[in-house]
């Protein structure tokens, strides 16, 4: 990681984030501000988990900017150093592969994942129960709703044995998955 306060270097992570995703939107009723989802994540980690690892909240804030931006892991790697990159590139899909797949190999792949990833995609599935729950996509029914609490519990079924207490988050929201 870069020698740099950490506070600085959070603050430019964020602001990185905030600039690549300055044109999304959450598909949301309200269409959302994208950046408020990455916040969220380490707003979970770091107020529910406890996590103060710089690595694991600035992984958390970057997690959706390799595959929902033009962003590449060497311009990570470039800005914040290997160890964020990494972690950002292990919880990122492929999207050049199909969704199905997508899905799949999230479920194969999340009992291999480096412990900071582990945590990454815990607060990244207990943060999508949660906005699915509050506020779902524009036309989401009720079972694709429950098909997507479902798969993330396959997910994090994976995750198991991380972080007890997010994992214990995870299964309350999980709990009040759509009937």
Sequence with gaps: MPRRVRWELFLEVLAFA????RAQRRKDRH???????????????????????PVTLCAAILHDTLEDTETTRAELARAFGRDIADVVFEVSDNKR?????????????????????????????????????RSP???WSARRKREYFDW?????DGLRGAHPGLERAFDREYRQRPK
């Design 152 to 156: 993330a519990k396959r997910v994090v």
């Design 31 to 53: 269409a959302s501000a994208y950046i408020n989802h990455p916040i969220a994540l380490a707003r979970v980690l770091h107020n529910e988990g406890q996590v103060s690892d």
């Design 97 to 133: 592969l199909w969704k199905h797949t997508r899905k799949r190999l999230q479920v194969e792949h999340a009992p291999h994942l480096s412990p900071p990833a582990k945590l990454v995609k815990l607060a990244d599935k207990i943060c999508n129960l949660r906005d699915i729950r």
């Design 18 to 21: 905030a600039h690549k995703h």
């Design 137 to 139: 996509p524009v036309g």
